[in-house]
């Protein structure tokens, strides 16, 4: 089993939709998380934190579920912008090796 | 530096040769990091660095490949007799590693090309 599994999609929304990607990951020691977006032959950068009690950053929402080892990401009123490859991470310790999920990819269409 | 940089951009090499990839972290980043990322996949971990700790370097995919730190600074990736397979953009990230605050910054990549 990956250490961090994702949906590839692609997911294909019209403007406006609601849309939501989840991330497991299989190390239960895991403590830090993020999600990162990624443009078309871009680096990734870094798109929010995941903190446990959830948080929001405008249209975003990210939440973690320690019990079933995911965590979510809910992108709300969906803009063309949005369209890129969202990537999900997970940490073991505050620092140390952080692993990927190899990564959802979003097509926002008019 | 205020970002990381990353030396080639773009790296084309035939079979068999020796490459060697820079990176350059944020200035105070104490972790660094390498990824691999093939076409259309996610990012493969390969090695990482933290101060003067032994690196983690578990996702080394074979012996062909190494890395190097020095200094606590800049780092080397080697890949010794490329291989076709090798293709694929080579990523660093550097990080200020303290507790809480494992954010991850980005290089833009070196373009690997074995033909």
């Known amino acids: 089993r990956k250490e961090v599994e994702q949906d590839p999609g692609p997911f294909n929304v019209p403007e406006g939709a609601t849309v939501a990607f989840n991330c497991t990951y299989s190390n239960s020691a895991s403590q830090s998380f993020f999600w990162y977006r990624q443009d078309c032959r871009k680096e990734p950068k870094l798109l929010m934190s995941v903190y446990s009690s959830g948080n929001e950053d405008g249209r975003f929402t990210a939440q973690l579920n320690r019990a079933s080892q995911y965590i979510s990401l809910l992108i709300r009123d969906s803009k063309l912008s949005d369209s890129a490859t969202y990537l999900c991470n997970a940490g073991g310790t505050s620092y140390g090796k952080l692993t990927f999920g190899q990564g959802t990819i979003l097509t926002v269409h008019p | 530096g205020a970002g990381v940089s990353q030396s080639p951009s773009n790296k084309v090499t035939e079979k068999g040769k020796d490459v060697e990839l820079r990176c350059d972290p944020i200035s105070g980043h104490t972790a660094l990091y390498w990824y691999r990322q093939s076409l259309g996949q996610g990012l493969e971990f390969l090695i990482y660095f933290q101060g003067n700790s032994a690196p983690d370097k578990s996702g080394l995919p074979s012996d062909r490949f190494s890395a190097e730190r020095t200094g606590g600074s800049v780092s080397t990736l080697t890949i010794q007799r490329t291989q076709q397979e090798d293709s694929a953009v080579y990523l660093c990230?550097?990080?200020?590693?303290?507790?809480?605050?494992?954010?991850?910054?980005f290089g833009a990549g070196s373009r690997l090309t074995v033909l």
């Open positions: 990230a550097s990080s200020l590693a303290s507790a809480g605050s494992n954010v991850l910054t």
